[in-house]
T-cell receptor, first 114, second 117 residues
């Protein structure tokens, strides 16, 4: 089944404790992206990747890191989480590096930083 | 810069009534527009998309949207609401750079649809 998976789905952590949210897709997509969803703000892009070893900042990259060592995986790293990073996070992928392709979204990771 | 505005953060309709969710876009060039639905505790699912072909776009679950350039709108409609349509709906536009459309989506703030029995 074609899908985007994220782990963990739920996470409660404390300020400053490094964490990684994994994202994996099995559709051989070139483009992958991370968004955060906050009430009243919709979804905002954090980072994206056009292909392996090619990543770039989105609209709200502060406090986040990413890597793209393999085509299928695009982990989101929070080196020192803070309470303002409490949010719902979505990973997405699409077939090509650019163009208005349909994006396929993962199920989301709800992160709480105390 | 591309942007979308969704009017009404909450919309409530009766089962069987018309659903109308509003979306207006701002774009300096012909946009690519999307509607996504998010059911409780789930990810986003594409309902439909407009990519400069037919202005009336039909999507899944009986939804459709009409691209109106003169009104810069892309409103989502469904003739008869069903209880299972209760969800949050997001309008989005593809961002653009010097190379044309990108895969980055600019989302509206969402509209929560409630369907009353």
């Amino acid at each position: 089944e074609a899908q985007v998976t994220q782990n963990p789905r739920y996470l409660i952590t404390v300020t400053g404790k490094k964490l990684t949210v994994t994202c994996s897709q099995n559709m051989n997509h070139e483009y992958m992206s991370w968004y955060r969803q906050d009430p009243g703000l919709g979804l905002r892009q954090i980072y994206y990747s056009m292909n392996v070893e090619v990543t770039d900042k989105g609209d709200v990259p502060e406090g986040y890191k990413v890597s793209r060592k393999e085509k299928r995986n695009f982990p989101l790293i929070l080196e020192s989480p803070s309470p303002n990073q409490t949010s719902l996070y979505f990973c997405a992928s699409s077939p090509r590096g650019r163009g208005p392709d349909t994006q396929y979204f993962g199920p989301g990771t709800r992160l709480t930083v105390l | 810069a591309q942007s979308v505005t969704q009017l009404g953060s909450h919309v409530s309709v009766s089962e069987g009534a018309l659903v109308l969710l509003r979306c207006n876009y701002s774009s300096s060039v012909p946009p690519y527009l999307f509607w996504y639905v998010q059911y409780p505790n789930q990810g986003l699912q594409l309902l439909l998309k407009y990519t400069s072909a037919a202005t009336l776009v039909k999507g899944i679950n009986g939804f459709e949207a009409e691209f109106k350039k003169s009104e810069t709108s892309f409103h989502l409609t469904k003739p008869s609401a069903h209880m299972s349509d209760a969800a949050e709906y997001f309008c989005a536009v593809s961002d653009r750079d010097y190379g044309g459309a990108t895969n980055k989506l600019i989302f509206g703030t969402g509209t929560l649809l409630a369907v009353q029995p």
